[in-house]
């Protein structure tokens, strides 16, 4: 809120994001950098699926190793 001279109250909102700009960080940012933001994200989710992939496989055959007696 802001004065006036004569003692009125002005009610002045704060401009803010829009809501996507919460969901994905590079929306304000300029054309260069927001394609370098998407394509280190993606690497990113590449190589930690792939992980957890190769994770899931190696318990699942340790697993059936130990089941069938191979300790």
Not at 5 to 21: C, F, I, M, R, S
Not at 37 to 44: A, G, H, K, T
């Amino acid at each position: 809120m802001t004065s006036n001279t004569e003692g009125e109250y002005k009610v002045t909102q704060k401009k803010g994001n829009p809501w996507y700009y919460y969901l994905w960080d590079s929306f304000g940012k300029e054309p260069n950098e927001r394609r370098l933001l998407v394509r280190l994200d993606l690497s990113l989710l590449v190589f930690s699926t792939l992980g957890l992939i190769m994770r899931y496989i190696d318990q699942t055959n340790l697993s059936t190793a130990f089941v069938s007696g191979m300790k």
